[in-house]
C-alpha cells in the first residue's frame, strides 16, 4: 500500500513513538576508549590536534581508565610511547616496555577491565614504519616474526585481546601459533583486518609519535579504493584464526563494514579514528555542528553498518550522554 494509506510520518510524531521503532541503539559496552601511554610520573601532554586526548604516564593512564571503567568504559586499547627507539622496534617486545608496565598497573588497580593491546612497530621504530626495513620497504616476514614476540610480549604483561594494526601478510596465524605455543591459547585476535592507508590518521601520529620519517604507508596499508580487496583481507584473517575484525578507518568506509557484516558471523569492530575525532572537535569548537549530537550520530550510524564494538577517542563523552538519557 502506498500514500496516502501509508505514511511513514506516522511513528515519527513523538519522542516516544520513535523510540519504540528504533532500530538501531548502542550502550557504553560497545565503546572502547584508546590510551597513550608514555614514561614518567604525573605526566599528561595534552595532545594538539586531538583536544581531550593526551599522552598518560602510567599512573595518570591508571587513574583515566579507573574512572572510564566507572562511566561504564569496559575496554581500553593500549598505544605505548617508549623510552627509547631502534631500527626494528625492539623496546616493544621488552618485558619492561611501556605498555607492558601500563598493562600490569591496570591488571592490579582496575580489575574488570578489558585491556586491548595495540601490536605494531610505527610507535618503536627510530623510521617510523611498522616493520623491519629492507632498503627502503618494509620486510613482511621478518616483521611478523616480531609481531608475533610482541603479542607473547603483551599477552605475558596482561593483555586481554592482542590487536595486530601492522598491515603485514600472514601475521593472524603467526600471532595465534606464537599465543598458542607460550600458553595463550585462550587470548583472542582482533585483527585490525581492514585497515586503509588513510589521511584520517593523521592527529594520531602527534599522539603516538609515531610518523613515518620517510615515504608512507601504502605499500602494506589498503588502498582506499578497494572493496572486494577488503573481503579478501577479512576472508584470510578468519582462515589464520581471527576471532574479531576491524575496520579502520570507521566513517568513510561504512561500505566495507556492512559488506563485512554480511559476509562473516565474527564479532566487528570500527575504529572510529583520530581525524575522524578530530574534524568533530574542530567543527564544534567553532559552532559550526552541534558537537554531542554529531558525534551520536556517527557511533549509532557505525553501529548501524554493523560494529559490536566501536573504538573512539569520544568513548567517555559517549557514555556520559547515554547515561544522561540521551535521546536524538
Ligand atoms: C599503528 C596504528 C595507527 C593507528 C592505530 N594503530 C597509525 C597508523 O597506521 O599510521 C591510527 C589510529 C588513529 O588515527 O586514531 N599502526
Redesign the pocket.
Given at each position: 500500500m502506498a500514500f496516502p494509506q501509508t505514511r511513514l510520518r506516522r511513528f515519527r510524531k513523538t519522542p516516544n513513538l520513535r523510540r519504540i521503532v528504533r532500530e538501531t541503539r548502542f550502550t557504553p559496552d560497545n565503546l572502547a576508549l584508546?590510551l597513550f601511554a608514555c614514561p614518567g610520573h604525573g605526566v599528561a601532554n595534552a595532545i594538539s590536534s586531538m583536544p581531550g586526548v593526551y599522552q598518560h604516564s602510567v599512573d595518570r593512564l591508571v587513574e583515566t581508565a579507573k574512572e572510564a571503567f566507572a562511566e561504564g568504559i569496559r575496554t581500553v586499547l593500549l598505544?605505548g610511547i617508549p623510552e627509547s627507539k631502534d631500527a626494528v622496534g625492539s623496546s616493544s617486545w621488552s618485558p619492561d616496555g611501556i605498555v607492558q608496565r601500563a598493562l600490569r598497573a591496570l591488571t592490579a588497580e582496575v580489575p574488570g577491565l578489558i585491556k586491548v593491546a595495540?601490536v605494531?612497530f610505527?610507535?618503536y621504530t627510530d623510521h617510523g614504519h611498522?616493520g623491519v626495513l629492507l632498503g627502503a620497504e618494509v620486510d613482511n616476514d621478518a616483521t611478523v616474526e616480531n609481531l608475533a614476540r610482541q603479542s607473547v610480549s603483551l599477552a605475558e604483561a596482561g593483555a586481554d585481546v592482542i590487536a595486530p594494526?601492522?598491515m603485514m601478510d600472514g601475521r593472524v596465524g603467526a600471532i595465534r601459533q606464537a599465543l598458542d605455543a607460550a600458553g595463550f591459547a585462550n587470548t583472542p585476535i582482533l585483527s585490525?583486518a581492514v585497515?586503509f592507508a588513510?589521511g584520517?590518521?593523521?592527529?594520531?601520529?602527534e599522539?603516538?609519535e609515531?610518523a613515518p620519517k620517510f615515504g608512507d604507508?601504502r605499500a602494506y596499508?589498503m588502498d582506499p579504493a578497494n572493496g572486494r580487496e577488503a573481503m579478501r583481507e577479512a576472508a584470510l584473517d578468519v582462515e589464520e584464526g581471527a576471532d574479531m575484525l576491524m575496520v579502520?578507518?570507521a566513517l568513510p568506509y561504512l561500505d566495507i563494514l556492512a559488506g563485512l557484516r554480511q559476509r562473516f558471523d565474527l564479532p566487528l569492530a570500527a575504529?572510529h579514528?583520530?581525524?575522524e575525532?578530530a574534524m568533530l572537535k574542530a567543527a564544534g569548537e567553532r559552532g559550526w555542528i552541534d558537537y554531542d549530537r554529531v558525534l551520536m550520530e556517527t557511533l549509532v550510524a557505525i553501529r548501524r553498518a554493523g560494529a559490536d564494538l566501536i573504538f573512539t577517542?569520544a568513548a567517555r563523552e559517549a557514555a556520559r550522554l547515554l547515561a544522561a538519557g540521551w535521546v536524538e
Open positions: 584508546p598505544f595495540d605494531c610505527c610507535e611498522c594494526s601492522d585490525y585497515k588513510s584520517f590518521y593523521g592527529p594520531f601520529r599522539a603516538a609515531s604507508r596499508q579502520k578507518p575504529y579514528v583520530s581525524g575525532y577517542y
